[in-house]
């Protein structure tokens, strides 16, 4: 079966560390450009990271503040998003997706093949 699992969310106090892991499934991980994105309520999905299929090139929101760090580990097909120095505002359900969009259009949302399921990330103040 082909899918996406996003895991690793859960409550944390702000100033706290959150991984979160991006797996795949029936499918290789780095034939893709991979973006974490993120819904809060109310609102619509924002773009968080991302990276590319050589792992050679990342890209970060502005509002992350070098706080997120976007990686991959091929061997085991999994993408991970280490958070540090969680804020409140940083609340959301978090969703990794998969892309063969140029890498020009990796922000944008609808480019997306595939999403994970979405994990929750909850940062108490």
């Known amino acids: 079966e082909v899918q996406l699992q996003a895991f690793g969310g859960g409550l944390v106090q702000a100033g706290g560390f959150l991984r979160l892991s991006c797996a795949a499934s029936?499918?290789?991980?780095?034939?893709?450009?991979i973006g974490w994105f993120r819904q809060a309520p109310g609102k619509g999905r924002e773009g968080v990271a991302f990276?590319?299929?050589?792992?050679?090139?990342?890209y970060y929101a502005n509002f992350l503040e070098g706080r997120f760090t976007i990686s991959r580990d091929n061997a085991k097909n999994t993408v991970y998003l280490q958070m540090n120095n969680l804020k409140p505002e940083d609340t959301a359900v978090y969703y990794c997706?998969?892309?063969?969009?140029?890498?020009?259009?990796?922000?944008?949302?609808?480019?997306?093949?595939?999403w994970g399921q979405g994990t929750q990330v909850t940062v108490s103040s």
């Open positions: 997706g998969v892309t063969k969009a140029p890498w020009r259009y990796v922000r944008i949302a609808s480019r997306y093949a595939m």
């Open positions: 029936g499918f290789t991980l780095d034939d893709y450009h």
């Open positions: 990276i590319d299929d050589s792992s050679l090139v990342n």
